[in-house]
């Protein structure tokens, strides 16, 4: 069955240090992944996706991904998080018509 | 251009009762999206629809659970009979393109919260 999976549940982090959240999808067809945001009393907003191409995925807010076929995941990561990246990150993989997400990772990120 | 609306935001029922859920699609999408969030959960599938008809409702509960999407108007997604356990965040989501296609990709709306008393 297609799945994803996040590792981390919950990461703390300060102002200024690396981010790197973890994805892995089991999925035997075409991928599509995606990485959706949720702020603090807000709505999913899409941070970036991969349908194709390079492997290596550029998306808002100095976020990026790298999609490994060899590994089946699509982590996330951003070089030096701010305290406004506070919130909760979701995988997602399109299977067929529907999305798959993960469970979701709580980001926290002291000032 | 206005994102996905859905409303209400949040909606309180007893058991027994029936809710209504409703999803307006950002201007120019015609493909809807449900998913479910239970607490402690991520998102789970349950329907897709474009206009005046269901594609994909392999993620819908068999009973009680239906869904629409009409000519005009928003889509709804009812619930009958509401029980306890259908107490989740309710997602909308819309596309502007077909559901797998080339550069399909889906745009949340603000969910409404159900708490079933």
């Known amino acids: 069955a297609q799945s994803v999976s996040q590792h981390n549940h919950h990461v703390i982090l300060s102002e200024a240090a690396s981010l790197e959240l973890g994805c892995n999808y089991s999925?035997?067809?075409?991928?599509?992944l995606f990485w959706y945001v949720q702020y603090p009393g807000q709505h999913l907003q899409l941070l970036l996706k991969?349908?194709?191409?390079?492997?290596l995925v550029k998306g808002i807010k100095g976020f990026e991904a790298e999609f490994i076929k060899s590994k089946f995941s699509f982590n996330l990561r951003k070089p030096s998080v701010q305290w406004s990246d506070t919130a909760e990150y979701f995988c997602?993989?399109?299977?067929?018509?529907?999305?798959?997400f993960g469970k979701g990772t709580t980001l926290s990120v002291s000032s | 251009n206005a994102g996905v609306m859905q409303n209400p935001r949040h909606l309180v029922r007893r058991r027994g009762q029936e809710a209504r859920l409703r999803c307006s699609p950002m201007?120019?999408?015609?493909?809807v999206y449900w998913y479910r969030q239970l607490p402690e959960e991520g998102l789970k599938f349950m329907v897709y629809?474009?206009?005046?008809?269901?594609?994909?409702e392999s993620g819908m509960p068999k009973e009680r659970f239906s869904a629409e999407f009409p000519k005009e108007g928003p889509s709804i997604l009812r619930i009958q009979q509401v029980v306890r356990g259908d107490s989740a965040a309710y997602f909308c989501?819309?596309?502007?393109?077909?559901?797998?296609?080339?550069?399909?990709?889906?745009?949340f709306g603000p969910g409404t919260r159900l708490t079933v008393l």
């Open positions: 989501a819309s596309s502007p393109l077909p559901a797998g296609g080339p550069g399909d990709t889906q745009y």
């Open positions: 629809l474009q206009k005046e008809n269901i594609i994909d």
């Open positions: 999925y035997g067809g075409t991928v599509n």
């Open positions: 991969y349908f194709s191409g390079d492997p």
């Open positions: 997602a993989v399109r299977a067929g018509t529907a999305l798959i």
């Open positions: 201007k120019g999408h015609s493909h």
